[in-house]
């Protein structure tokens, strides 16, 4: 017998063997309306309301390093991420159960604080602490967040559901996220090079961040975009398809393509790029753009609308248009500043088990 | 500023700390009906009906050893300990989130595995397995199972909620899991030991562990009681407080008194242990009755009921009662076979962050 590594399928390829084991149990519930593959699951309450679910594992080493995270942004984090998955789904959240793993060495203060910053979120969001676990760790830190929202039926926006000649738009600014990691990251390094010198540790060995600081904040404190959905439901509009950008952009849109069975062309021109995360590309001589196609972690919402609601949309300041759906056979396209076409196809994603 | 370790305050100490730190999200949404401190949440649906939600986080080196654990059965259990809360508030589940984080070393065959045990005991219990998280782990598998249930509102039975002159009552037999683990424990350590001189792994340097089948198959595979859940809804049975045991006896019992602010009288004559256990006890030259009362795992269902409803559950092969609800200044007594008085509350319970 023969074992094949992870690495071998990779994470969406993971997926889809684990979708295909459970899938005998979606007929267990004649009320499961959505199951794995989009940001949310899906589950009918009523006749007109149904209830979304997501679920996000955040582990120490691989999803944040408490070096540069500081313990009430991690918290707060573990919870917007979650509000962003039922925001994608046009929909808005109810509760939350937080399960937490803690190594021995992990103070009591540790605990507060990290619960301090998902408290102060979740007030934000209207989101009720109702619930989870605590548990010992054999090593580092292990959070899991489930929230659960509610949405009419008819309101719900999935990630298919896009149709050629729809506008693709996003919200905020891109790159920052990914652009704020890469600081922090050079920052942690200059940090432990000290340290392994055998200085102490001293604040001032870090240099001044300011000129980082929103960057940094995306990174470390993103938002879910409650508010576009508030907007949405205040002026009646249902996104044809949407989903929160935390794979990158290119990866996100070809969730969208796939699922809906369609293609995109976005000219870059028209994304909203972080003035900050362009800086710090220059900086490092890198490009900004790619922090927006794979760089993920910006949590902000990716939709398409049918192009006849473009009034409903153009006057909000933190909307835009940056291109539009295309037949499946013109593929994934995005126009760099150039005028050359790229395919998206070949923007790798964040994959948590890269071979 | 002083830090204190989390063993100055234990797991309960900890949980009361989240619960205040969190107690303002409990006004961000009203229909949330309860929250930290039961088996689930509890939140409403419509005037009659309410979800009760769970989640467990479950950790190699902490909650399972894979050297001796089958995969199949640890996603089994990951399922059934989770629906065992579901069914300690009287209520059904539905479907069911899950996380899985893994370390690189993993084979796609090993994550598959997990998942068919996870399929397939979901299926036993009508749940959906509805969508989760996967990711990398920098050391060991963590899995994370939420679990959402229903029920009419009436029929809900909290921890709280019990009164003096109620019957205490549980399912099944108790301290088989902690007998069983009691051998796999000595088992692995004859393994090591092997493999420590250079042996080779070898199925036959395992002892027969048949005489110890039973035992073993409650710690690693344990059934959630859905079928009494079943039983109670057919036969219009409320308990008035209901847990699920999984601490030890003498821990859940605890809760329910504190919680129902009374006391209770066990008589060990009545508590149903298993045969098993009892044989291993005696192997280990230990006592049974501390398996029970100390132990946890068994995952049976302990609830208490008003005197007049005996009848209705007089007849039911797998429920035993084992004492009476008392007035809470008569404590938690546990009369042993030789008719001594025993303080339950001096049992120590499971608690993740002993000092």
Tied chains: 1, 2.
Excluded: W
């Excluded at 993103?222 to 990866?251: E, Q």
């Amino acid at each position: 017998m023969s074992f094949k590594p992870i690495s071998d399928i990779g994470e969406f390829g993971l997926i889809e063997r684990i979708s295909s084991i459970v899938a005998p149990t979606r007929k267990a519930s004649s009320r499961l309306i959505e199951g794995i593959g989009d940001d949310c699951a899906v589950y009918e309450l009523s006749y007109s309301t149904v209830q979304v679910a997501t679920t996000d594992l955040l582990l120490e080493h691989v999803h944040f390093d408490l070096l540069t995270t500081p313990l009430q942004h991690l918290g707060s984090k573990a919870i917007s991420v979650n509000v962003s998955d039922i925001c994608a789904m046009n929909a808005r959240p109810c509760y939350a159960l937080v399960s937490i793993a803690l190594p021995s060495k992990a103070s009591v203060e540790f605990v507060e604080t990290i619960y301090r910053g998902m408290s102060e979120t979740a007030m934000l969001y209207n989101t009720s602490l109702a619930g989870g676990d605590t548990s010992a760790s054999p090593a580092g830190v292990t959070l899991s967040v489930m929230v659960a929202g509610e949405i009419e039926k008819e309101k719900l926006s999935y990630r298919k559901g896009a149709q050629p000649g729809d506008l693709v738009c996003v919200t905020g600014t891109l790159g920052g996220a990914a652009a704020g990691l890469r600081v922090l990251t050079r920052e942690k390094d200059v940090m432990l090079e000290h340290l392994s010198h055998g200085e102490k540790y001293d604040r001032d060995i870090m240099s001044n961040l300011e000129e980082y600081n929103e960057a940094i904040r995306q990174q470390l404190l993103p938002s879910a975009r409650l508010d576009i959905i508030d907007f949405f439901h205040k002026h009646g509009i249902i996104p044809t398809s949407m989903i929160d950008i935390s794979d990158g952009l290119a990866s996100d849109l070809g969730h969208i393509c796939r699922l809906s069975g369609v293609g995109v062309h976005i000219e870059e021109s028209r994304i909203p790029i972080l003035p900050q995360a362009r800086h710090i590309a220059d900086e490092f001589q890198e490009d900004a753009v790619n922090y927006v196609l794979s760089g993920g972690e910006d949590y902000q919402l990716l939709f398409t609308l049918k192009a006849e609601q473009f009034s409903s949309i153009a006057s909000h300041p933190d909307i835009n248009v940056i291109g539009k759906i295309t037949p499946e056979d013109e593929g994934l396209l995005l126009t760099d500043i150039y005028g050359m076409n790229i395919d998206m196809t070949t923007v790798e994603g964040y994959n948590h088990f890269q071979g």
